[in-house]
């Protein structure tokens, strides 16, 4: 039985954790104001706004899959959990896909922050954070980061954590500028530990 995740993580100036049903006018609030931006770089089910009813059932569904150990969504807080600024992820893949955990040898992190918490390092801190959670996780080597690569502040978050670029890049320039192209794949060696019992 695979070990479950912490369902909370904290850093210097972060509290990660599991999304609940009740996130949900805040974080109503939270896209309706960064929908436009973020809906270029990350898929529109996590991306768009809506009522507060449907974030609700969105985020049970989250809260759902992270206890069932099928993806980890955690929303990023303030250390006082008084602002949202945005979540970070971890998804079991293998070089298929994502796949359940007992399959994985890997694990991709996502992200995204609300554009007013850009530019300050969070991304980058929660990042770490789960990096540090994906080296506990039965047979998972590896951990990736995929984004384009028009968005330099996502490409940067990998690239100061010191992770390799895997994926030939095209010319970020030639690609549609209404089809962002995942053309950067960052890979990241785990070493191994073990969480004591008890």
Known sequence: MP??????????RLLLRCWRAEDAAELAL???ANTARLGAWIPRQVAEAAPVPELARRLAGFADRFHADIEWRYGLFSPDEQ???????????????RVPLASADRVEIGYWLREDATGRGFATEAARALVTVAATLPGVQRVEIR????NERSAAVPRRLGFRLAAP??????????????DMLWTHELPRVTVPDG
């Open 147 to 150: 984004c384009d690569a028009r």
């Open 83 to 97: 602002l949202m600024l945005g979540e970070a992820s971890l998804f079991p893949r293998s070089a298929d896909g």
């Open 3 to 12: 070990p479950h995740l912490p369902t909370q993580l904290r850093t210097d």
């Open 169 to 182: 890049v095209g010319d970020p320039a030639a690609a549609r500028a209404d089809a962002p192209s995942r």
């Open 30 to 32: 939270v896209l309706a």
